[in-house]
């Protein structure tokens, strides 16, 4: 079975010229220090690509020409579930510039697990994971994905989904890769927003794993996707991933001159030291 696109048209650019020229657009003007070091996963936001574009081309820059067999996708099921985590049931992903392939071994080894399930009624009211897919097929075209839904949120089981994946990291390569989508703060005033993320990156950046949960729960900071933060944080410390770099930092505020209610949007790469 494969996956049809459900935002094509709203969350990104249904045609395949004026998707692929705000993507290159956005790719273009991206500048960071690139360093040739083995990396865990990134984390990468997935609002509409005219807020959130050009700070998740600074994601797919980093991972343009890198030899990465297999991509981890988590995103969040804003709709929540009773089922821990989803693994989406595709063989192949449809995306207005073409059909990336699912490694279909790893998700029919997911799928036999008690906290994995596949409804596909989730999957189509989900844009987080989608969102991503139009990126990765223009600079991956060849990688295979792995798609997960993290549909109920909590400490517990971010630790438990570390510990599942964790056999596909045990190698210092660029072989698999987890990309973990989030977007950050929602609807504060920008100044609150910045602060906020501000925030939530520094513990990211520190691997402080419980106080970001803490914090999370207090909502003092906010990431919607923060299961899937906290499972490439535990592998980070399980697997010696200590070199955490913000990339870019956006909030919608910078598109909408809006200041009153913004969302923020961080790109952080996880590397070896």
């Known amino acids: 079975m494969d996956r049809k696109m459900n935002y094509a048209g709203s969350f990104y650019p249904a045609k ?19 360093e040739d070091k ?32 297999n991509l981890f996708i988590i995103a969040p099921n804003h709709r929540g579930g009773s089922i821990p985590f989803s693994v989406l049931d595709y063989k192949k992903l449809q995306t207005p510039l073409g059909d990336l392939t699912t490694n279909y071994s790893v998700i029919e080894s ?8 596949f409804e596909m009624y989730q999957d189509l009211q989900e844009h987080s994971l989608e969102v991503q897919l139009p990126f990765i097929y223009h600079v991956l075209p060849e ?4 798609p997960i839904l993290f549909n109920y949120q909590n400490y ?32 504060h005033s920008a100044r609150t927003a910045e602060k906020m993320d501000s925030d939530a990156i520094k513990l990211i950046c520190e691997l402080q794993t419980e106080a970001f949960y803490e914090m999370i729960k207090l909502r003092k900071v ?24 913000l990339l870019n930092y956006t ?19 996880f590397e070896k030291e």
């Open 16 to 34: 395949a010229d004026e998707l692929i020229r705000m993507m290159d657009s956005f790719l273009s003007k991206t500048n960071f220090e690139s």
């Open 251 to 269: 909030h919608s505020g910078m598109v909408s001159l809006d200041f009153n209610q913004v969302v923020g949007y961080a790109s952080i790469v």
């Open 38 to 69: 083995s990396v865990l996963g990134l984390i990468c936001p997935h609002a509409g690509y005219v807020y959130s574009g050009a700070t998740a081309a600074y994601t797919y820059q980093y991972l343009k020409d890198r030899l990465i067999r």
């Open 110 to 117: 997911l799928i036999t697990h008690p906290d994995f399930s």
């Open 143 to 146: 990688v295979n994905i792995i």
């Open 156 to 187: 517990e089981n971010s630790l438990k989904l570390a510990e599942i994946l964790s056999p596909w990291f045990q190698n210092e390569t660029d072989e698999n890769i987890l990309l973990i989508s989030s977007d950050f703060s929602h609807y």
């Open 222 to 245: 906010e990431a919607c996707g923060f299961g899937g933060i906290l499972v490439l944080m535990h592998l980070a410390k399980q697997k010696g991933y200590r070199q955490i770099r």
